[in-house]
């Protein structure tokens, strides 16, 4: 990482292997931490969660998304462990937090390297050792074929399944969906990710028995695209773990303060 960059500046890391991952990196100071995303998000949907954060926060852009680079396929959670390991290590980050498929990487990557982090947060877990249905592959390849398309309002509403349909023809839900797809069809998204249908991080909990780090497990009830069930089996496989479940989905626009204080309070008990 290119040293004495002032104020938040975005980096592409280049890993041994020739790939780019783009970041952003803000704050300063110990300790870092790194934000990874969910499927089709990005930056800019991390950014919040790192409000009230201490220390230096790295957001990275998963591979596929965004200006970072999308190798040829198949793809596997090993691989995505991989990327997300690579720019931790890269930026001497100590604790991350992993949203949807962002916390699917970092399982992976903490059954293979139980110690890597000092804390670690897991944000609607999507999938652990069981593969999502056939809605989810079905929303991912309508997801892959809007961006396709390059039409924005065909995006957007592809997009608009993530969000509670009670919320979805709000001004705040509009806009943002708007800003979501035209985020998507600047830089595409890769239809590689849809080879990770199908598969899971980890075949069996049990191999995180070996991840004894303090972890946040955070999930809410009624999204189907983020079952309840998998929040809690995998709160249940970390031996140093905390579960909280909110009672509805779509946190980010219902408890935004709630989960930014309860995500910023465990990262600064360190």
């Known amino acids: ?20 991952l783009e970041v952003l990196v803000t704050g300063h100071g110990e300790p870092v931490t790194i934000f990874a995303p969910g499927l089709a998000g990005g930056i800019p949907d991390t ?12 957001f990275i852009q998963l591979r596929g998304h965004g200006r970072s680079t999308a190798p040829d396929g ?6 995505l462990a991989g990327d997300l390991a690579f720019a931790a290590d890269a930026t001497g980050a100590s604790r991350a937090l992993g949203v949807s498929l962002g916390a699917a990487a970092l399982t992976r990557l903490l059954a293979d390297r139980p110690d890597r982090f ?38 957007a509403a592809a997009v608009a399944l993530e969000v509670p349909e009670p919320l979805r023809d709000t ?15 600047r830089h595409g998204l890769a239809p590689q990710l849809a080879t990770l249908a199908g598969q899971v991080p980890v075949p069996d909990p ?9 972890a946040l497990v955070i999930g809410a009830t009624g999204d189907d695209l983020h079952p309840a069930a998998v929040a809690r089996r995998l709160a249940a496989a970390l031996p140093n773990s905390i579960l909280h479940v909110y009672d509805r989905p779509g946190v980010l626009w219902t408890a935004r303060a709630d ?5 910023a309070s465990f990262f600064a008990a360190a």
């Open 118 to 155: 000092a804390r670690v947060v897991f944000f609607l877990p999507a999938v652990l050792d069981v593969a999502p249905g056939a809605a989810s592959g079905t929303r991912l390849a309508a997801l892959l074929a809007a961006v396709a398309s390059g039409d924005p309002e065909r995006v």
């Open 206 to 214: 049990a191999v995180l028995s070996r991840v004894t780090v303090p």
């Open 47 to 58: 950014r919040p969660l790192g409000s009230g954060v201490p220390g230096r926060k790295v």
């Open 1 to 20: 990482m290119s040293p004495g960059l002032p104020g938040p500046h975005t980096e592409l890391l280049r890993a041994p292997t020739g790939q780019d």
């Open 259 to 263: 989960l930014r204080s309860r995500i």
């Open 74 to 79: 198949p793809w596997t959670y090993a691989d």
């Open 171 to 185: 001004a705040p839900v509009r806009g943002y969906l708007r800003q979501r797809a035209v985020d998507l069809l």
